[in-house]
């Protein structure tokens, strides 16, 4: 449908818990075709409705085998105790990525654009997405998750890139 407009960090409204989703309508499917084109242009493999300023529970996923995800006010309700480390990033943080620690699998809850209510558990790279677009839902972004020396010197990283972008 359309490529929205990214928030870029430092924007706060990155740090804003998102609100829960109540109207399973025409808009809401409009929203979540505007998020992937919009991943896709980014690109990325996730994106939530905060990452283009808009504070609902809405994500969209799609990794390397082709499969659209689409999650309506999804919850982590189960994680395993096996950690994995994998390289994350954010559309709105394009260039920086930094090793995190998240728990190998996990059990989910939403709902789909329809409103019916869904559970899966997953794991891997499926796992690590969900639990990263979940934080930023949660108004918690990727860099909340690092070392404060490895938080530094990732946003020095990207100041550069601005920079070199401008």
Request: hydrophobic fraction near 40%.
């Amino acid at each position: 449908m359309a490529i929205r407009t990214l928030v870029r960090f430092p924007d706060p409204r990155l740090r804003l818990p998102a609100r829960t989703i109540t109207a399973f309508d025409p808009a809401l499917s409009a929203l979540a075709e505007d998020l992937l084109d919009t991943m896709r242009a980014a690109p990325g493999i996730g994106i939530t409705a905060n990452h283009i300023g808009v504070a609902e529970r809405l994500t969209v996923i799609e990794l390397e085998d082709g499969i659209v995800r689409i999650y309506v006010n999804p919850r982590v309700t189960w994680s395993s105790a096996e950690p994995i480390v994998h390289p994350e990033g954010s559309v709105s943080m394009p260039g920086v990525t930094e090793d995190v620690t998240r728990a190998r699998a996990v059990r989910i809850t939403y709902q789909d654009l329809d409103g019916v209510t869904r559970e899966a558990e997953v794991e891997g790279l499926l796992a690590v997405c969900l639990q990263h677009e979940v934080d930023q839902l949660d108004g918690i972004f990727w860099l909340q998750r690092l070392s404060r020396l490895k938080r530094e010197r990732a946003i020095k990283r990207f100041e550069k890139l601005e920079r070199e972008r401008r």
